[in-house]
Every structure is written in structure tokens, then in C-alpha cells.
């Protein structure tokens, strides 16, 4: 089998299922989540399952508990060879492809390099399992049919120091610059904070802010972000994921050039060369 520890927002949980579902494909196994690492009043974080995804969460028996000589030979031994595997950075690990089930994976997982064999599958797994309501779909099936630019503004949580001193917050010359890049095209922003983006945003652009208003949940955001043209992501995988689950034929992505603040961390493998970087 496959494990799986599922830590943080939906973002980080798809990049987690999808690198521990490649690995599962690539071995024929079943794949497993473990929601261990949330606190009891974390336990609504869980998103995974408004998605088709193809795994059962992990019983608490099935969680590895090394003692102190399966560590020391766990952290020694050649990747193929270990139970638990750790991520060790930001960077992609070509280690990945090497490990052999049972295999425990920890880690953020945040490239589209840990799935790329199984892009297509993954794509299926991460359409939508629950019922939009008759506006949502309608916004929907416009949005494709526009020069529309979906903009994503992640605040809330990013705003506390600690966060803040991690990932950063972009400002708004990020946004200025990809609004030039879209010149002309209706901006369609997504954001968890709409009263304080609508003082800031680039000016004289078209735009709707659907977040609050028309859409109340994170799969409304995502489902309607993904359905439009282009997008300007944040440092968020929210949105990264809405980039990449968009299948217009030809759709342009704006990412920021800096992802985290914090010194020493990159996203060379985060970003695709596709994507256009400010």
C-alpha cells in the first residue's frame, strides 16, 4: 500500500493525494490517507472528499510508529528501501520514483513533477463529486465563453505573522503587471477577503467578485476559477491547482516570480515553464 499524510488546506491535500496516487498507479496498489496530523479542531479541513478521488482513509493501526533503531536505519537506507519516506524541501525529489510499497509519505509534494505520468487520471480523480446549484453552473458554462481572467488574492490566514513571514503576501504591483498582461479581459477575482481587495485592485479593470456573493464554498471557488480562460494565481495552491485543472485550449497562466518569503526556499519545480512568471 501506499500512506499518505494529509496536512494543510484542499491545495496542499491534492498535491499530497496526487504524487501518493501516481505512486500508487505505478505499483498497482491501494492508496490510503492518513488525517492524523489534524487536531480535533482541524477536523473540518479535510476537502478530498468532494473530489472522485480512488483512496480510503488510513485506520489508526495502520500508521507506522518506528522505534529508535527502525529510525536511525530508516533515515540511512537507500530510498527504495524505506517505510517512510520524508520530504526533505521544496524541490522536486527524483528519489520519488523509486520507492517501493508499503511506503509512508510526509511531505507537502508541491510539483507537478510527482504526477505528471498520471496527469490524465489525476484530472478525472479531481472533478467535482457534489451537485452545483443552477446558478453556479450557468456562471460556468459562461465564464469559457468570455475573455475571462480568473485573479485569486489569498489572505485571511496569510495575514498572521507567522504565515506571513513564510509565504508572504503579494502586493500590488504583482497584480498591476498581470492585469497589463490581460489587457481588455473581464476579471473574474477570487479572494477570501473581497472587502479589502475591492479598494486594491489594479485600476480601471473590469471585474466581478463572485467569492461571498455568488459562491459560498472553497469547490465553488475552485469549480469556477478552473472554468475560465486565463488565470493570475496567488502564491496559494489553491489557485494553483485552478490553473491547472483549466483545459481551455488556450489559456495563459500569470504565477508570481517569488512564491515564499522565507530565505532559501524557490518553486523552480512548482511553477510550469508554461506559466508566465512576475
Not at 107 to 113: A, E, L, T, V
Not at 244 to 263: C, S
Request: net charge neutral; charged share 20%; hydrophobic share 40%.
Amino acid at each position: 500500500m501506499i500512506l499518505v499524510q494529509l496536512k494543510g488546506g484542499l491545495g496542499n491535500q491534492m498535491f499530497q493525494y496526487a504524487a501518493g496516487r501516481t505512486l500508487a498507479l505505478q505499483h498497482d496498489v491501494p492508496l490510503f490517507l492518513d488525517k492524523g496530523s489534524y487536531e480535533p479542531k482541524q477536523a473540518g479541513m479535510y476537502g478530498l472528499g468532494g473530489l472522485h478521488i480512488s483512496a480510503s482513509l488510513a485506520g489508526e493501526e495502520m500508521i507506522p510508529r518506528p522505534g529508535f533503531l527502525q529510525k536511525a536505519f530508516n533515515r540511512l537506507a537507500p530510498a527504495p528501501w524505506r517505510r517512510i519516506f520524508r520530504e526533505t524541501g521544496m524541490d522536486f525529489d527524483p528519489r520519488f520514483f523509486s520507492l517501493r510499497p508499503p511506503v509512508y509519505l510526509k511531505g507537502y509534494w508541491q510539483s507537478w513533477k510527482y504526477f505528471e505520468p498520471q496527469a490524465a487520471q489525476i484530472r478525472k480523480d479531481f472533478t467535482f463529486n457534489i451537485e452545483f446549484s443552477p446558478a453556479i453552473m450557468a456562471k460556468a458554462a459562461e465564464l469559457p465563453q468570455q475573455d475571462t481572467v480568473a485573479m485569486h488574492y489569498r489572505r485571511g490566514d496569510y495575514t498572521n505573522s507567522e504565515a506571513a513571514a513564510f509565504h508572504g503576501i503579494l502586493g500590488p504591483d504583482y497584480y498591476e503587471k498581470a492585469a497589463q498582461h490581460f489587457n481588455g479581459a473581464k476579471f473574474i477575482i477570487f479572494t477570501n477577503d473581497p472587502a479589502w481587495v475591492r479598494s486594491n485592485l489594479p485600476a480601471g479593470i473590469d471585474y466581478e467578485i463572485p467569492s461571498g456573493s455568488l459562491s459560498h464554498t472553497q469547490y465553488e471557488d475552485l469549480f469556477l476559477m478552473s472554468r475560465c480562460r486565463h488565470q493570475v494565481i496567488a502564491n496559494s495552491s489553491f489557485s494553483w491547482w485552478g490553473a491547472w485543472l483549466n483545459e481551455y485550449p488556450g489559456r495563459e497562466v500569470v504565477a508570481p516570480r517569488h512564491w515564499f518569503a522565507k530565505e532559501g526556499l524557490t518553486a523552480k519545480d512548482l511553477v510550469p515553464d508554461s506559466w508566465r512568471q512576475y
